[in-house]
Every structure is written in C-alpha cells, then in structure tokens.
C-alpha cells in the first residue's frame, strides 16, 4: 500500500518532542523521509530518527534554531543537499510566556515574536523559493486556539503571536497559490505535552479533569490528534484547500467572544 506522503521530503521544526515528534513519525509512516529539527537536545531528536528507522523509515536530525535566518539557510542546505528537495514545511516550533498585555516583560515578547512569527518567516524564506521552483509545496503553521481569544488568563503575549502566524498563513497562501503552493494552519487545543507540563500528581489530576470539561469531547488532546491533520492538510488529499485554519480542540467553550 502506498502511504500518503510516499517519495516525500518533510521538514518539521521543533520535531525532538510533543507534537513535532509525533507528526515526524505520522509523515514517517506514511512514506515520507523525514528531517527532524532541534534547537539544542541533540539526544530526544537522535531517538525520534531511531524510531522511525527501527520501522523501516528514513530520518536525520538537524539543528538549528528557527529565530535565526543563518541558522536555518544552513539547515535547509544541508537537508537539501541530503535529500534533494523539501516538498512539505512544518512550522511546529514554538514556545510559551505567561503575562498580560500590561505586565509582559520586553525579553519575553521579543522571544515569543522571534521563534514563534519570525521563526516561520526564516523557515518560508529558505524553502519556499524551491517550491516554487518545482511548483509543489505544502506549508502548514501551527498556530492555537489561544489565537482565536480563547478565555485563559496570562496567555495574551502567546495569543498574540498566535494570532500572527494565521494572518501570516493566509498571506503566504495569497502570495504563493499560483506557484502550487497550499498554506494552511492548524489551531490545537488543550494537547498533553511537556509544554502543557501535567504529571500524574492529585493536583495535576484535577487540573487534567477541569481542562477536559472545557471541551465537547470530555478530554484534552493527543499529539496523534494534531499530527494526523497536519498528516491531512500535508497530503495531496488537501490539494484543493489553502488559506485554511484547521481548529482540533475537541470542540472547546470557553471563548471570550464568538464575534468575527
């Protein structure tokens, strides 16, 4: 059976763990050689290549740190020079700071725009032209629900960079369709990762059952439920489809506004 991605090259940032691990093993699977990208655990993004391997795939690791364009030129030349193109991006990079509109602290915002919005730019503008070159190319943004005023207090200097990276899908799907360029982005909820930082204390356990009332579904997400949509929005399947924010939250309630 053929996979979905077969013949593929993928790069997906912020691959070492959580989400970005879960989508390099999901594109894996489905027949894509996959490049791993890791800021600084060289080990965690070393064991994502091994799994993939010990299944038959292909995988390397690469370092760099998407908030720098020189570091992401070099990672992207050598991934080419390995691979010989990248046909899918996946801008799952990120990081949180907590804080409100009034009390973040200027070091924090300046982090968050760059890794979170700039981090994705450095990304685009490094692989983008030899997408247009072949005119094929698949992009997809991970943004959050958080983007869309979710009601969760100190997550406004996250939100807002969040909020960016949907406008930058759908202006980057504008600038490049003709090219045979499909852009879109994927909303998460509430996922169990590190980032969410929940363990399996009494505490802990409460927080989990109070989070998982906040959605239709009665629970908070997988990494696989966000990886198999971006295995979606990645695949031919999705050709006909650009510009798009694709929500996976459960069918969360707890929004500030359901205003445009």
């Known amino acids: 059976m053929v996979g979905r991605l077969e013949n593929k090259v993928a790069l997906v940032t912020g691959g070492s763990r959580g989400i ?3 989508i390099c093993e999901v594109f894996a699977r489905e027949g894509a050689s996959v490049i791993v990208n890791f800021t600084s655990n060289a080990a ?7 799994a993939i391997t010990r299944r038959g795939g292909q995988a390397v690791a690469l370092q760099a740190d998407v908030a720098s364009k020189s570091s992401v030129q070099s990672m992207v030349a050598a991934a080419i ?3 010989g193109a990248i046909d899918v991006l996946v801008n799952n990079a990120g990081i949180i700071r907590w ?6 602290s200027e070091a924090d915002f300046d982090q968050l725009i760059s890794v979170n919005v700039k981090g994705m730019v450095n990304c685009a503008q490094a692989i ?15 943004s959050s629900i958080a983007a869309l005023a979710t009601a969760v207090v100190n997550s406004t200097p996250y939100a807002m960079t969040k909020a ?3 406008s930058l899908t759908k202006r980057l799907a504008f600038e490049l369709g003709a090219d045979g360029i499909n852009v879109n982005a994927i909303t998460p909820g509430f996922v169990r990762t590190e980032m969410l930082n929940l363990s399996d204390e009494d505490s802990d356990r409460a927080r989990l059952d109070a989070l998982s009332k906040k959605a239709v579904l009665n629970r908070i997400g997988t990494a696989a439920d966000i990886a198999n949509a971006a295995l979606f929005l990645a695949s031919d399947e999705a050709g006909f489809i650009t510009a798009q924010v694709l929500t996976v939250d459960g069918g969360r309630t707890d929004f500030l506004t359901h205003s445009a």
């Open 20 to 22: 970005g691990r879960a």
């Open 44 to 50: 965690k993004a070393e064991d994502v290549v091994a």
């Open 81 to 83: 020079k390995q691979f």
């Open 99 to 104: 804080g409100t509109a009034l009390n973040m």
């Open 128 to 142: 983008v032209p030899g997408m247009i070159e072949r005119r094929y190319g698949k992009i997809v943004n991970l």
């Open 164 to 166: 960016a990276v949907i």
